[in-house]
Structure formats: structure tokens, C-alpha cells
């Protein structure tokens, strides 16, 4: 029998859902090609700063919408596929954005609770609210 997953890891999914339509809704297009569905697959909403750190995992300034070939596949330009020539565009077109992620990449949050994520996923749904 699968074991019963966590209440922590239910709420980090959700989280992460939740974000990740924001993400999209504030980046309909992809940022690097301009184009949208159906011309592209879908938009993804990329983290600037990986997932990994959970400080800037629910940052909405964090996200980034991109097509599936910017976001992994391109080998000359994409987040994942060719990240030292996205870094560089990021800091040529949105200077902001990488002035953010240059001042909170090191960011750290702990402990991670129950309770932390309920707080990222009541500042997200007020947000969203307000899209
Ligand atoms: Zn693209």
C-alpha cells in the first residue's frame, strides 16, 4: 500500500499550484519569444531562483513565464538547456528582475512547518485575488 502522503507535502503542492497560476497569469507569453498557446505548447512558470530554496519558492517576483523551448530544451537560450546565456538575458532585458534575484539568492527561511506553507498559500490566494 502507497504510503499516505504528508500533510506538509499536500500543502506544498498546493502551493506550488497556486504559484505557478499566478505565474502564468501575470506571464501569458513567453518572455523570451513573445509567443503563446498554440503556437507554443504551453507557457511554464519558471523559478529564477530554484525551487530548492524555499525562501523565494513562493516569491511571486521569483517566477517567470516561459515555452517550453526557453524553459528547457533550447541549447543556445534557456533557463534550464543554456542557463549562463539566460542569465545574461535576463540582466539585458529585465534588469530589475535580476537586481531582485541577485539580492535575495541566498535567501533562507526555517523552519519549513505546517504552518509556513498555510501562510504561502493565504499571501498567494490574497494576490490572486487581486490579479
Ligand atoms: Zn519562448
Request: aromatic share 8%.
Amino acid at each position: 500500500m502507497p504510503r499516505k502522503r504528508s500533510q506538509k507535502s499536500k500543502l506544498q503542492d498546493q502551493a506550488d499550484a497556486l504559484w505557478a497560476e499566478i505565474i502564468r497569469c501575470i506571464w501569458p507569453r513567453c518572455a523570451v519569444c513573445n509567443e503563446a498557446p498554440p503556437v507554443v505548447r504551453n507557457i511554464q512558470a519558471h523559478h529564477l531562483i530554484g525551487r530548492a530554496r524555499r525562501a523565494t519558492r513562493y516569491k511571486i517576483e521569483n517566477g517567470i513565464g516561459l515555452c517550453p523551448s526557453h524553459h528547457v530544451f533550447s541549447s543556445t537560450l534557456s533557463a534550464h538547456g543554456a542557463p549562463l546565456a539566460f542569465s545574461d538575458w535576463l540582466r539585458a532585458t529585465h534588469p530589475g528582475i535580476d537586481q531582485w534575484v541577485r539580492e535575495h539568492h541566498r535567501d533562507i527561511v526555517t523552519p519549513i512547518t505546517e504552518g509556513w506553507y498555510r501562510e504561502q498559500i493565504e499571501r498567494l490566494e490574497q494576490f490572486k485575488e487581486g490579479l
